[in-house]
């Protein structure tokens, strides 16, 4: 007989744009303060998220309308799907004494997966020789101009000169009109913190990151 199987996490994500608390977007850690997180996959068919006591997702993977993406990356699982008629998405970050068992636990927790639906791999890129994993650089679109004094833009900005300071090619202050966005409200680290363990969030940047270079050479 078939039984449920438990992995510990280090971070839970979710994203539920109609919830209740109108709040859709939520990040849960484990520390010292707080229980252990644990995601569990019963024989039933269901899949729970729990702080200790306290359960904080649970999705039926069997029947229904509900269809599932699943990706894995490294000692990540994220999954998308629709539920009654609403997108949600839940990201996993995988816990373990080394990022190796933590890797480990996430590709058992994604075969466990596959007996329900399919599931995508995405391979870490190669590291360089005699690099580990925590050596190696994250992507980044803004640096910092080395060796020059920032120049005080005035009135509006050519997309070129923009492009540049974004790509910290010249270093500029922006004028107000730049510097003053009234679209952002609330707390973004949330919204960082999701993204980040995002498997295609670093691809996206980089992409971006080569549409900018693109435009300072037309």
């Known amino acids: 007989m078939d039984t449920s199987h438990t992995w510990t996490l280090k971070r839970y994500g979710r994203y539920v744009?109609?919830?209740?608390?109108g709040t859709p977007l939520k990040l849960f850690e484990a520390n010292r303060d707080k229980p252990d997180i644990f995601l569990t996959i019963a024989a039933s068919g269901h899949l729970l998220i729990f702080q200790g006591q306290e359960s904080l997702d649970a999705v039926h993977l069997l029947g229904g309308t509900n269809v599932f993406k699943v990706q894995?990356?490294?000692?990540?699982?994220?999954?998308?799907?629709?539920d009654e008629g609403e997108k949600r998405m839940m990201r996993m970050q995988f816990d373990g004494s080394s990022r190796k068992e933590a890797i480990k636990d996430c590709s058992s927790a994604g075969k466990k997966l596959m007996e329900y639906m399919s599931v995508t791999a995405q391979e870490d890129a190669p590291l360089p020789p005699n690099q580990s994993p925590a050596e190696t650089p994250a992507p980044v679109i803004q640096q910092k101009a080395v060796g020059a004094e920032p120049e005080v833009a005035q009135g509006s900005l050519t997309i070129t000169r923009l492009t540049q300071h974004i790509l910290g090619e010249h270093a500029l202050i922006l004028p107000q009109l730049y510097r003053n966005n009234s679209t952002i409200q609330g707390d973004l680290e949330p919204i960082l913190r999701v993204l980040l363990l995002d498997p295609s969030f670093h691809a996206f940047v980089e992409k971006v990151e080569g549409e900018l270079k693109k435009l300072l050479q037309e």
């Open 17 to 21: 744009p109609g919830s209740t608390d």
């Open 72 to 82: 894995q990356k490294s000692d990540n699982l994220m999954l998308r799907f629709t």
